[in-house]
């Protein structure tokens, strides 16, 4: 059974510093990565997909990608304390694109 | 952006009962999803449906589990018979239908379900 591991489970960055966020699948048919944030109470919502082997990089989040290890990581420079959320990775394989979650990295920024 | 609803947003039932979850998906989006995350794990997959059809489901979806999308309104979730251990928040998501199959699902805020 395909399964997403995520790390670290929790993590505190102060304002204005770095989140690195990791996240590997046991799925050698995983082809495509999601990175969701969700706030406390609300829906979980897309910040950056990726499948192709390298980075790709949107205002202050970068996303990684190495196929051959099927490891992603997200990272968040001048972290905000709005950026304080549960952050989620996915995988997807196949065609109907079901998203297979980890547990999550719960992040806070402290100012 | 987008926006998916779900209603309601809590849900309490005793076990044994009926329950229908309500979700109104993105006007334009073919594809259906269902989540369900018990308290303090992650979130699983449940069903996704298109054109119609459920396409693929995973072994959570046990046979008191149906959906459907009667023209074009609310995608539902019925249990039927409820058990204690459906207690769980419910995400409904939907999208678009890409070429290579991938596209952003979007999430609604999730049903609370608590069966006593």
């Known amino acids: 059974q395909q399964k997403v591991q995520q790390s670290p489970e929790s993590l505190i960055v102060p304002e204005g510093g770095m989140a690195s966020l990791n996240c590997t699948s046991s799925?050698?048919?995983?082809?495509y990565f999601w990175w969701y944030r969700q706030h406390s109470g609300k829906s979980p919502k897309m910040l950056m997909?990726?499948?192709?082997?390298g980075e790709k990089e949107e205002g202050r989040f970068t996303v990684h990608l190495n196929k051959a290890s099927l490891h992603t990581s997200l990272h968040i420079r001048d972290s905000q304390p709005s950026d304080s959320a549960l952050y989620l990775c996915a995988a997807s394989s196949g065609s109907f694109n079901k998203l297979t979650f980890g547990a999550g990295t719960r992040l806070a920024v402290c100012p | 952006g987008p926006k998916v609803l779900q209603i309601p947003s809590h849900q309490i039932i005793d076990m044994g009962q009926m329950v229908t979850l309500n979700c109104d998906p993105v006007?334009?989006?073919?594809?259906f999803y269902w989540y369900k995350q018990i308290l303090g794990q992650q979130m699983e997959f449940l069903v996704n449906?298109?054109?119609?059809?459920?396409?693929?489901k995973s072994k959570l979806f046990k046979d008191q589990f149906s959906v459907e999308r009667p023209d074009g309104s609310y995608f539902t979730l019925k249990i039927q018979p409820t058990a204690l251990e459906d207690s769980a928040v419910y995400f409904c998501?939907?999208?678009?239908?890409?070429?290579?199959?991938?596209?952003?699902?979007?999430f609604g805020p999730g049903t609370r379900l608590t069966v006593l």
């Open positions: 997909s990726i499948f192709s082997n």
């Open positions: 449906f298109y054109n119609g059809k459920v396409m693929e």
């Open positions: 998501a939907s999208s678009l239908v890409r070429a290579g199959g991938y596209a952003e699902q979007f």
């Open positions: 006007s334009n989006h073919l594809y």
């Open positions: 799925d050698r048919n995983v082809d």
